[in-house]
């Protein structure tokens, strides 16, 4: 598992790196005020930027143990690991309900 969670790290690294030039290609590739010829070569550019730098193949991962479904965002845990620390109390804030 910590191989899956040193490889979500580092595309998230590589996304924050590229999230700038990725979107101004897109500014130039949708401004319909350009020439075509401007718009083909940022289309080009963009094609040729790594497909890893891309936001959508970011998955969410648990940080405790790897896991990929069902993620807390506000904890990045999942909802395993959420439910032991909470009762254990080592999240603070939260508690069982009963009523």
């Known amino acids: 598992m ?7 790290k580092n595309r998230r690294i590589l996304v924050k790196k590229l999230e700038k030039k990725r979107l101004c ?9 350009l020439p075509q010829s ?4 940022s289309i080009q550019k963009l094609n ?5 730098g891309a936001v959508n193949r ?4 648990c940080i405790l ?3 990929s479904r069902s993620i807390y965002r506000l ?3 999942s909802r395993i690991q959420f439910r032991d620390l909470s009762s254990r109390g080592f999240i603070p804030g939260v508690r069982k309900s009963s009523w």
């Open 48 to 52: 040729k930027l790594l497909q890893k």
């Open 38 to 41: 401007v718009r083909w070569k």
């Open 2 to 8: 910590k191989n899956q969670i040193n490889r979500d």
């Open 25 to 33: 290609l897109l500014a130039i590739i949708h401004n319909q005020e």
């Open 65 to 67: 143990t790897g896991r």
């Open 75 to 77: 904890f990045r845990i």
């Open 58 to 61: 970011v998955r969410n991962r």
